[in-house]
């Protein structure tokens, strides 16, 4: 989740310029830890995931996506890493991959690896038959 959800925050951030991001989440007393470089927690990581729908409310047009994406991987979070298996999960990954793909985030290896196994140990847990 760390690694996910800093690649999306930090290419808003650069894009948005001066800080803006960055700025926004102190403003809603998001803060990165100092040991970690000023990246955020898992804590922190799911305010910031959690409030994608305050983010997009202070977002220009042509950011908007990045809110919508920290939205899809919420929905991912909440569907596939809960204490049960929403029916609609692999719905929730589609779209968060579609989002990737229409910001021009590449999939990296981190994101496959992220995704992918994760339907994996979804399907290890939760008996699912067919996961793609």
């Not at 894009?15 to 960055?22: C, R």
């Not at 830890?33 to 409310?57: I, P, S």
Request: net charge positive; glycine share 10%; proline share 4%.
């Amino acid at each position: 989740m760390l690694g996910v959800t800093h690649h999306i925050f930090n290419k808003l951030n650069d894009l948005w310029g001066n800080n803006s991001a960055i700025k926004w989440a102190q403003g809603q007393s998001i803060v990165g830890a100092q040991y970690r470089g000023g990246g955020f927690e898992g804590n922190q990581c799911k305010q910031l995931l959690g409030k994608a729908g305050q983010l997009a409310d202070n977002l220009p047009p042509e950011l908007q996506n990045y809110a919508l994406a920290r939205e899809l991987f919420n929905s991912v979070m909440k569907s596939c890493f809960s204490e049960t298996l929403d029916p609609n999960y692999k719905k929730a990954v589609f779209n968060f991959e579609k989002a990737c793909r229409k910001l021009g985030i590449p999939l990296s290896q981190k994101f496959t690896v992220y995704l992918y196994p994760s339907l994996n140990s979804v399907k290890k847990k939760f008996g699912a038959r067919t996961l793609l």
